[in-house]
């Protein structure tokens, strides 16, 4: 799991130079015919096995349990989160998000209860959920995201925020630390199965309007995604009129910036 990540964005890049990655009409995405195959991969898979099994998962799961899994890796994050807040030189967010990782895990029985979000609700004191990641950390920091990557079984990404995805599960995310002294088919991979099962069931009501929605699934999929990490690397603040152009174009090296 550690560098899987990894490993797959240089396949990705391999398979696009042998392929020769013809451009199409959106310069953000100039690997647009890998991204498909990719995309439609994936969606058989989720058609298959990943919806399927998080419906049985939501229909034999009690409502409370099923809170408490979803906390408990919420609560895994939030560690991430706080090293990237930190790295951002954004202490006031790392001290929220280390305090609800201290909050959860002690009186919130190692994550299984939520209880810094119900602080924040009916106090002043603001330690609610953040965002952050290194995908994010390397935006803060100039790093433009490359062209838009579409990749298996983990879906929608970018050059950039694929090295995110590396970076975070192979050096800050504490399952890391957790799983290196464990064994793998024993304890990692049924973790980060019930993980990604946990995951895709908290999406499933967003399933019926998305394909209500959208015309073309990919391009929705797509636009949607790269428009929220700009807001995320931009921390919500909107574009600036003399950045509309920069966002819209990619530079000779495909780097994207937000």
């Not at 919420?74 to 790295?87: E, G, K, Q, R």
């Not at 967010?93 to 810094?116: E, H, K, P, Q």
């Not at 603001?126 to 935006?139: A, V, Y």
Request: charged content about 25%; hydrophobic content about 40%; overall charge negative.
């Amino acid at each position: 799991m550690s560098t899987y990540p990894q490993k797959l964005v240089a396949l990705l890049l391999t398979g696009c130079a042998l392929s020769g990655c013809a451009s199409v009409n959106d310069r953000r995405d100039p690997l647009e015919s890998m991204n498909r195959a990719i995309f439609a991969f994936n969606e058989k898979l989720d058609e298959v096995v990943l919806e399927p099994v998080a419906r049985g998962y939501r229909a034999v799961t009690p409502d409370p349990i099923e809170m408490i899994v979803g906390n408990f890796f919420s609560n895994l994050d939030d560690v991430v989160i706080t090293a990237n807040s930190l790295l951002q030189l954004k202490f006031a967010d790392a001290a929220a998000s280390s305090t609800r990782v201290l909050i959860n895990t002690t009186f919130g029985m190692l994550g299984a209860v939520d209880l810094a979000s119900h602080i924040s609700r009916v106090s002043d004191v603001d330690i609610s959920k953040r965002n952050e990641d290194f995908g994010q950390t390397l935006g803060h920091y100039g790093i433009g995201s490359g062209p838009y990557l579409v990749l298996p079984v983990l879906g929608p990404s970018t050059v950039r925020d694929a090295i995110g995805i590396g970076v975070d599960s192979s050096f800050i995310h504490p399952a890391r630390a957790i799983y290196t002294n464990l064994d793998l088919w024993t304890v990692r991979a049924p973790a980060s199965t019930g993980q990604l099962i946990d995951r895709r069931a908290q999406m499933l009501d967003l399933d019926k309007t998305l394909e209500e929605a959208a015309l073309d699934k990919y391009e929705f999929v797509r636009d949607a995604f790269l428009q929220r990490r700009a807001s995320l690397v931009r921390d919500g603040r909107p574009l600036a009129d003399e950045d509309f152009e920069e966002f819209n174009d990619l530079d000779e090296e495909f780097m994207l910036d937000d």
